[in-house]
C-alpha cells in the first residue's frame, strides 16, 4: 500500500472507529462487534514491514472493518439504512446483519488466497485450490457461530443484541451460506485484478 494511501486508510479507520464508540446503542455489543476489527488493525499494523498486502486487500479489509464499526454503534438489529429498505420490501427483520456475513466470507477469502499463493502452499490454483478456500470461509465462520453461542452462555440474556437472531430460527445456517456467497462472488469478481495486484509486489 502506497504511502499517501497508508495514512489514508488509518485516518478513516480511526473517525469511523471514534464515531462507532461515542453513545453506541449497547456498549457491551459495541466491544464484542468493534473487536476484531480493532484485533485486524493491530495484526495488520505488526505485519505491514514483515508481510506487506495488496492494496486491493488492505481496501477490502477497511470496508470490512467499516460493516462491523456501523453494527456494532446501532446493534446489527437497528442499523438505520436497513429500516429505511425493508420499508420498501415490507419485511420486519433488519437484514444488515447478512452484509456483516456476506463481508465475512467476501474478505477472508481474498485474504486466504492472498497467502496461500505467495507463501507458495500449492503447487496449482485449480480446483482443489478453490475448494480449500471456500472450506477455509466456512470453518472461520461456523467458528464465529460457536463464539456466538458461547457468548450467549456466559452473558445470558444481555447477548441478544449481539446475536441479533430477531427471532429468526434458521439465522445460524443463513449466516454461514451468505458467508458462502460472499465468497464465491469476491472469488469472481476480484481474482483477476488481484492476480495484477500480486503481481506487482513479486
Given at each position: 500500500m502506497y504511502r499517501h494511501m497508508k495514512w489514508v486508510w488509518i485516518f478513516i479507520f480511526f473517525t469511523v472507529l471514534i464515531w462507532s464508540g461515542?453513545?453506541?446503542?449497547?456498549?457491551?455489543?459495541?466491544v464484542l462487534e468493534v473487536l476484531p476489527a480493532v484485533i485486524g488493525f493491530?495484526?495488520?499494523?505488526?505485519?505491514?514491514?514483515?508481510?506487506?498486502?495488496?492494496?486491493?486487500?488492505?481496501?477490502?479489509?477497511?470496508?470490512?472493518?467499516?460493516?462491523?464499526?456501523?453494527g456494532g454503534h446501532y446493534t446489527y438489529a437497528h442499523v438505520p439504512i436497513h429500516d429505511v429498505i425493508n420499508g420498501y420490501f415490507g419485511q420486519d427483520r433488519n437484514n444488515y446483519d447478512k452484509i456483516g456475513h456476506l463481508m465475512q466470507g467476501a474478505v477472508p477469502v481474498m485474504v486466504?488466497?492472498?497467502?496461500?499463493?505467495?507463501?507458495?502452499?500449492?503447487?496449482?490454483?485449480?480446483?482443489w485450490f478453490i475448494f480449500f478456500l471456500l472450506s477455509f470461509v466456512l470453518a472461520l465462520?461456523?467458528?464465529?457461530?460457536?463464539?456466538?453461542w458461547?457468548?450467549?452462555?456466559?452473558m445470558g440474556g444481555s447477548a441478544d443484541q449481539f446475536l441479533g437472531t430477531q427471532g429468526y430460527v434458521w439465522d445460524t445456517q443463513s449466516d454461514m451460506c451468505c458467508a458462502l456467497v460472499g465468497a464465491i462472488f469476491s472469488l469472481i469478481v476480484f481474482s483477476r485484478l488481484h492476480d495484477k495486484k500480486l503481481q506487482e509486489i513479486s
Open positions: 461515542y453513545e453506541p446503542k449497547d456498549r457491551a455489543t459495541w493491530l495484526i495488520l499494523a505488526f505485519t505491514y514491514n514483515s508481510f506487506r498486502l495488496t492494496t486491493l486487500l488492505y481496501v477490502l479489509i477497511l470496508t470490512h472493518m467499516i460493516v462491523l464499526m456501523i486466504a488466497r492472498e497467502i496461500t499463493i505467495r507463501k507458495n502452499i500449492f503447487t496449482a490454483y485449480n480446483g465462520s461456523s467458528f464465529y457461530e460457536l463464539l456466538e458461547w457468548s450467549a452462555l456466559i
